[in-house]
């Protein structure tokens, strides 16, 4: 690995965890690593902006956020979408 290159491997990032086994792949002196979402989506997300906070998810966050911002908006209850840790 390179020098500078925080181990992020087994991390978890809001609904994002590194992968144990990744290797970070190094494009324009950013390392991009490989993630998967509570939601079974794979990824490729740079580091920094993992740990800044900047992603959170693979999309799938603001999905639901959108969801049950309108259901609210026209008074329907929403049961929470079910992810892989749920069980």
Partial sequence: MLRGIHDLRGR?????????D???????????????CDSGTRKVLRGCDLLRGAIVSCGCQRADTGVRRNAARKGCMIAPRATKRDG
């Fill in 12 to 20: 978890r990032f809001g609904r994002l965890v590194v992968m144990v």
């Fill in 22 to 36: 990744g290797e970070p792949e190094v494009r324009n002196r950013n390392a991009y690593w490989p993630c998967v």
